[in-house]
């Protein structure tokens, strides 16, 4: 099995910064993909941003600009620092990675459970 840990969630203020952590550990081989997304009561999960393994990164069209994603492939790590945060940033944001436990190639997805982002004025 896998575990991912987030920490860094908190209240700012509009325009304000933070940045996220998500450490992974447990039985990994190799990570192909980590990343973040987000979620609203009763809404689906939406993605905020994936650092794929190889350089590729991809973002939600509405946090282009003013989020970056990163990862420490030494520690198993991934970050999102997040500027220039708006109310509609607020939401809990889960830490993402598809995980291949064996090297086989099988790719398993894990969550970590969530940490909660407050924007408000």
């Known amino acids: 099995q896998v575990q991912l840990v987030e920490s860094g969630g908190g209240s700012v203020h509009p325009g304000g910064s933070l940045r996220l952590s998500c450490a992974a550990s447990g039985e990994i081989f190799e990570i192909k993909a980590m990343g973040w997304y987000r979620q609203d009561p009763g809404k689906q999960r939406d993605m905020v941003a994936v650092?794929?393994?190889?350089?590729?990164?991809e973002y939600g069209d509405s946090v282009k600009g003013r989020f970056n994603v990163y990862r420490d492939d030494d520690k198993n790590m991934v970050y999102l620092e997040m500027n220039n945060l708006k109310p509609e940033d607020t939401s809990v944001y889960y830490c993402?990675?598809?995980?291949?436990?064996?090297?086989?190639?099988?790719?398993?997805?894990?969550w970590g459970q969530g940490t909660q982002v407050t924007v408000f004025s």
């Open positions: 993402n990675a598809h995980v291949d436990r064996t090297g086989w190639g099988h790719l398993e997805v894990y």
């Open positions: 650092d794929v393994t190889g350089g590729n990164k």
